[in-house]
């Protein structure tokens, strides 16, 4: 198990590998469609200050206004793939370290989780409960009115958050590997 | 009624059927120790409990809103889907549901999880004095990743019997490998046309999984297909091992000589199933 600590740095990232089991602790933010493509070919300085060095959680919450606040319900991965048309400039442009989401996304992001230093990491599908207990505190949120709460922008300090490295900074996807492997046995299996 | 399916609702996001909180377990006993598969697993169960204690969601994706209604036919169905409207509304408010209703034309979310076709409600009428519900939340990410095929499908050499039907099944797990919240359950619907195939696919998820088939051929494609399923090794969420489906299921409907649909209904770990019986 290895702690990783956002935002982190570009060594902290580049040593990770495919199968790694992490916990993150620390500030990152929610983001997923509506997010990508207000992001995606410009450049936001407000949100590049909270997002540089940490990570995107590919994820649409369900919140609760509590008191004067907010107060995250429930927080499971949404599907990465629909990202992937924006998530290489993203990456670059805000100088995120990776993303979180589920099921892995392509080979534009693979290029560039590697000529940036990051990584992609997926969290359990459907394991929103407890990742929503990992969540320590609402830090702020953006694009509320814009969006609605699901496809905001919210951001989340964290504590000992679960995930598994799938996608790495040396080129190597957990997600192609079981692929190629799986590909493999359904040959034989038909 | 209303509260009578309020408190389904609650129960069916809030808490996993028994019969799927074991399969996992046991799959989780399963996987070798210190594996990627194996903290899938475990959290997975770590979830599904404090999803239970807390009285919260079990995923934010509450999904789409499946109800199996069967009536006496003094209860106007108009009636039913009134008060099944007025409950999602109030789960939606309490945090069990997520806005789950955008009109595709617009995009614009309608925020209180109704929409026109959402819940998506089949109707039975009975004889019986009460009415009967049963409510299947199927997350989106599954729903994606369920499959129609036509049958003969040359690629996959799947021709107009159930060896077919397993090709395309093989197929339909394989493409959508962990994506839809590995490890999957699979329901399947040979034959009726496109709509009536799929449905019946579906209607396969409300049974238990250790439910018997009664149709001996049927069960003997699905004890085949479990097997051989588990054999591709793309595990929980795809990080590989041993466990890719929990159980298989399937049912078969006429088809017209001229079609032979196989439809699959994949559906994530994550199965939310409850029922109730209401009197009128
Ligand atoms: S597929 Fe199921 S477990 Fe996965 S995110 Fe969707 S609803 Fe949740």
């Not at chain 2, 069967?70 to 209860?75: G, Q, V």
Request: positive net charge; charged residues 25%.
């Amino acid at each position: 198990m290895i702690t990783l600590n956002s935002p982190a740095d570009e060594k902290s990232v580049r040593a990770l590998r495919i199968g790694d089991v992490v916990r993150i602790s620390g500030v990152i933010a929610t983001g997923r469609d509506e997010l990508h493509r207000r992001l995606f070919g410009r450049f936001d300085k407000k949100i590049a200050n909270i997002l540089k060095g940490s990570f995107i959680y590919h994820c649409g919450p369900i919140v609760k206004r509590s008191g004067g606040g907010y107060k995250i319900i429930s927080c499971g991965p949404t599907t990465s793939i629909r990202e992937e048309p924006y998530q290489a400039d993203i990456i670059k442009r805000y100088g995120i370290r990776g993303v979180i989401g589920k099921g892995g996304m392509g080979g534009g992001t693979l290029t560039a989780l590697k000529e940036h230093g990051a990584v992609y990491m997926q969290a359990t599908g459907g394991a929103a409960a407890l990742l929503s207990r990992c969540i320590k505190e609402v830090i702020g949120v953006h694009f509320l009115d814009d969006f609605g709460a699901p496809e905001a922008m919210w951001v989340l300090r964290v504590k000992d958050f679960p995930a598994v490295v799938t996608m790495d900074s040396h080129s190597k996807s957990l997600h192609d590997d079981i692929y190629e492997a799986s590909m493999k046995r359904y040959k034989k299996a038909v | 009624m209303k509260d009578a399916i309020l408190q389904l609702i609650k129960t069916a996001s809030t808490t996993l059927p028994g019969d799927v909180a074991d399969a996992l377990k046991k799959a989780h006993a399963k996987e070798r120790k210190g594996s990627n598969a194996k903290a899938v697993l475990s959290d997975i169960l770590t979830n599904i409990e404090i999803a239970r204690q807390d009285s919260i969601p079990l995923c934010q994706d509450t999904g789409t809103i499946n109800l199996f209604i069967t009536h006496p036919k003094e209860i106007a169905q108009s009636f039913i889907k009134g008060e099944v409207n007025k409950a999602v509304k109030a789960a939606v408010k309490k945090g069990y549901l997520l806005q789950n209703a955008v009109d595709p034309v617009t995009g614009t979310n309608t925020g209180t999880g109704i929409g026109d076709g959402n819940p998506s409600i089949h109707f039975t009428q009975s004889r019986a004095k009460s009415v009967r519900i049963d409510l299947l939340l199927k997350g989106g990410g599954s729903e994606n990743v369920s499959a129609q095929y036509s049958l003969p499908d040359s690629g996959l050499k799947a021709y107009r019997d159930l060896d077919g039907v397993k090709r395309c099944v093989i197929d339909a797990v394989f493409r959508a490998q962990g994506r839809g919240c590995a490890p999957g359950i699979i329901g399947i619907g040979i034959g009726g046309d496109r709509a009536s195939s799929y449905n019946i696919a579906k209607k396969q998820l409300l049974r238990k999984l250790d439910d018997v088939n009664e149709d001996a051929a049927l069960m003997k494609l699905e004890n085949d297909l479990m097997a051989k399923l588990n054999t591709l090794c793309i595990g929980p969420m795809g990080v590989g091992g041993k466990t890719t489906v929990l159980s298989v299921k399937a049912g078969a409907l006429a088809r017209v000589p001229a079609s032979f649909f196989v439809s699959v209904a994949y559906i994530c770990w994550a199965l939310r199933r409850a029922s109730c019986v209401v009197r009128g």
